[in-house]
């Protein structure tokens, strides 16, 4: 039918940047936390965790913005199932700032210790996160189901990392008393990073029923 | 009898698996494969369509996609005006109600109509509600008469109002009143299936609350079916909405699904403003 613009897409088209800007402060937190931790750089890890503020502003900006389309446009069909979507993204991705921050966190206190020769593949279990992120992100905007259930595949190899990683740093700290506290703030680390993918499988989740209407949440492969 | 997951045969595009979340219902009226004329203008095409017994069912669709013609032919309203013509059935418990030998006005005593603007004839409220008793014979003596207009009364929600006013104008009545009398009108006569034209449209919230809240308490012993212009209204009280376009079904299903995931691209449209 016609294209032209209803008084709904304008509110639309606000909240679908909203979200956009939250998410991509959310990437930047993941991004520079995990550059923190590889660089040993404590000021960067401070300014990750002053700009939470931020996005949690972002968050309530997402919240009333939806209140305020359900109230006054009272949207149906796709429009309602792309609102629905944004109510329960939104505080998914601040949920993924507030992982970086975590993160962040413990970078602070790893930096007052000497490094540890190596960090295992904590920075490819990061780059594949940020990837999923960002994949994610990407998908909510072209309203993409086929690129949000592909996103949510990538889970697997974050907890596959997450396992490897995990078993490694039990090794090391088992093996050398001394590594234990740095090794248990990585094993923090690769937790808070695996929460990350877990909420970007919800985002997903919610981008499949924004563009088709189905619900896949709890279901598993290879039923999606 | 035909199931009720069967229904979306005359869609303009391929009908999909029936939802096998769907349950069957009990079918109250059968629309099959019905077409309406205006002269030679065919305003309805082939609709098939079945409404589920003691469920509340939704006509929806932009001005002149045939939806009161199809309200209206459910109980014949439509042979009153000149030079119209009906192709196909409509079953009413089975029985097409277009057969030649179908008394009209007991097919009307069975299915009862409550129009847009309320129009309660220039009597008191109590010979309002009677006047369909008295001349279809259906008491036998003044104190069931009294018995069956307190009854109809009660059920339209509106006995508390008027039990002490009975004998004045229902003209005096507001708006919303009327309606529910016109409601209580309808019901005198123990219809079957009530078939109601915008109710509400010419009410404010107050009053349309109260239409909607009775209709929500009426389906325990009607079958309903509403044409309502304000989709709002339909998705707060309908249980199941038909969406036609230019005279044709386009989509069939459970109010809440047709709402949020709409099958066809044409109501998906529709709903969300897009034309209409």
């Known amino acids: 039918m016609t294209d032209h613009l209803r008084p709904i897409d304008h509110d639309l088209n606000r909240l679908r940047d909203k ?18 931790l590889v660089e040993r750089d404590s000021e960067l890890a401070e300014q990750v965790i002053r700009d939470d503020d931020k996005i949690d ?6 919240d009333e913005l939806c209140i305020d389309i359900l109230v006054l446009r009272q949207p149906t069909a796709s429009d309602l199932r792309f609102v629905i979507a944004a109510v329960k993204t939104a505080p998914a991705i601040e949920r993924i700032a507030d ?3 975590n993160i962040a966190r413990h970078v602070l206190r790893l930096n007052q210790e000497p490094q540890l020769k190596v960090y295992f593949d904590i920075p490819e279990m990061a780059r594949i996160v940020q990837q999923m992120l960002l994949d994610g992100l990407d998908a909510f905007t072209s309203h993409d189901a086929e690129k949000a259930l592909e996103t949510i595949r990538h889970d697997d190899h974050a907890d596959a990392l997450y396992k490897r990683i995990y078993d490694e740093l039990i090794h090391l700290m088992a093996t050398d008393s001394s590594t234990v506290r740095r090794g248990a703030e ?29 619900v896949i949440k709890h279901r ?5 | 009898m035909v199931k009720f997951g069967t229904i979306r045969e005359t869609a303009r595009e391929p009908a999909r698996a029936p939802d096998p979340q769907t349950t069957p219902l009990p079918v109250k009226v059968q629309v099959e494969r019905f077409s309406f004329y205006y002269g030679d203008v065919r305003v309805l095409h082939e609709i098939t369509l079945g409404f589920p017994r003691n469920q509340v069912t939704a006509l929806i669709g932009p001005s002149g996609c045939g939806k009161t013609t199809l ?10 005006i000149p030079d119209t013509r009906a192709e196909g059935r409509i079953l009413l418990d089975g029985e097409n109600i277009y057969d030649p030998q179908v008394d009209v006005v007991r097919l009307r005593r069975r299915v009862g109509m409550v129009f847009q603007r309320s129009n309660p004839f220039p009597k008191t409220i109590f010979e309002n509600v009677a006047y369909g008793l008295r001349v279809n014979g259906l008491v036998r003596n003044r104190r069931e008469l009294q018995e069956r207009v307190e009854e109809s009364l009660r059920q339209a929600a509106l006995w508390d109002e008027v039990k002490d006013r009975l004998h004045e104008s229902a003209l005096a009545l507001s708006g919303g009143q009327q309606q529910r009398l016109c409601i209580a009108r309808a019901l005198a006569v123990r219809p079957e299936v009530l078939l109601l034209d915008e109710p509400a449209s010419a009410l404010d919230p107050i009053a349309t609350e109260k239409i909607e809240e009775l209709i ?6 009607y079958t309903i079916i509403i044409v309502t212009h304000n989709m709002q209204q339909a998705a707060r009280v309908s249980d199941y909405t038909a969406f036609l376009w230019m005279g044709h079904l386009v989509e069939f299903n459970q109010t809440e699904k047709l709402f949020t995931v709409p099958r066809e691209k044409l109501t998906e449209d529709y709903l969300t403003g897009r034309f209409g």
């Open chain 1, 57 to 62: 502003q972002l968050e309530n900006e997402v």
């Open chain 1, 19 to 36: 979200l956009l800007m939250l998410g991509g402060r959310a990437e930047t937190a993941i991004a520079q936390a995990i550059r923190a």
């Open chain 1, 186 to 214: 990585l094993l923090f680390i690769i937790k808070h990073l695996e929460r990350i993918a877990d909420y970007v499988t919800n985002i997903c989740e919610q981008i499949v029923y924004m563009a088709r209407g189905e």
């Open chain 2, 216 to 221: 929500a308490e009426l389906k325990r012993h």
């Open chain 2, 71 to 80: 309200l209206r032919a459910i109980n014949r309203m439509n042979d009153l």
């Open chain 1, 220 to 224: 598993e492969w290879p039923e999606l």
């Open chain 1, 99 to 101: 992982h970086a921050v």
